[in-house]
T-cell receptor, first 114, second 110 residues
């Protein structure tokens, strides 16, 4: 069984540009979660998608957005990049949001904003 | 918002030692997660538990719902256990909208 895959592994952008990060969940998983791990801030919840809809978002500005496609893969877009957006962005998937199914994480995309 | 406190922040042990990492949270929860992050960033979900105790190999996780406290134990520690261990709890609206502890950096020396 293929795990959660994220692309690209590394991304370097300039301040003000847009970044697009991609995530493919484990086959059969309908829920996708995005988390940010910035240096000094630890892991923070960003977004949750389920069945193509945004279900919840963390305390992030609207320039962080995304979507989930019919095949349950997901895209995270960060507009008007700022230096402090430099972080490891992790995607995770689960069978659903209820019950006790474990989270499965991808290896992350390391975004560097210069 | 749920506050999550982990202790210790750093832990150095000799191979074979018994390890305990603690996690406290402020608001009642439905389940608690223990995660392992290796250098390079990859995260593995170790446990998701809502009561009692769970065991997987040399790892044991316990939770006391009344005291809002959980512990992660590693028996017969090994250098390959060296990693950051993170406790996380749901913060409302989703089992996976998580508030994370700052993590415990474990180093096991041979």
């Amino acid at each position: 069984e293929a795990g959660v895959t994220q692309s690209p592994t590394h991304l370097i952008k300039t301040r003000g540009q847009q970044a697009t990060l991609r995530c493919s969940p484990i086959s059969g998983h309908t829920s996708v979660y995005w988390y940010q791990q910035a240096l000094g801030l630890g892991l923070q919840f960003l977004l949750w998608y389920d069945e193509g809809e945004e279900r919840n978002r963390g305390n992030f500005p609207p320039r962080f957005s995304g979507r989930q496609f019919p095949n349950y893969s997901s895209e995270l877009n960060v507009n008007a990049l700022e230096l402090e957006d430099s972080a490891l962005y992790l995607c995770a998937s689960s069978l659903g949001d209820r019950g006790s199914s474990p989270l499965h994480f991808g290896n992350g995309t390391r975004l560097t904003v210069t | 918002k749920n506050e999550v406190e982990q202790s210790p922040q750093n832990l150095t042990a000799q191979e074979g030692e018994f390890i305990t990492i603690n996690c406290s949270y402020s608001v009642g929860i439905s389940a608690l997660h223990w995660l392992q992050q290796h250098p390079g960033g990859g995260i593995v979900s170790l446990f998701m538990l809502s009561s009692g105790k769970k065991k997987h190999g040399r790892l044991i996780a316990t939770i006391n719902i009344q005291e809002k406290h959980s512990s992660l134990h590693i028996t017969a520690s090994h250098p390959r256990d060296s990693a950051v261990y993170i406790c996380a709890v749901p913060s409302g609206g989703s089992n996976y909208k998580l508030t994370f502890g700052k993590g415990t950096l474990l180093t096991v020396n041979p």
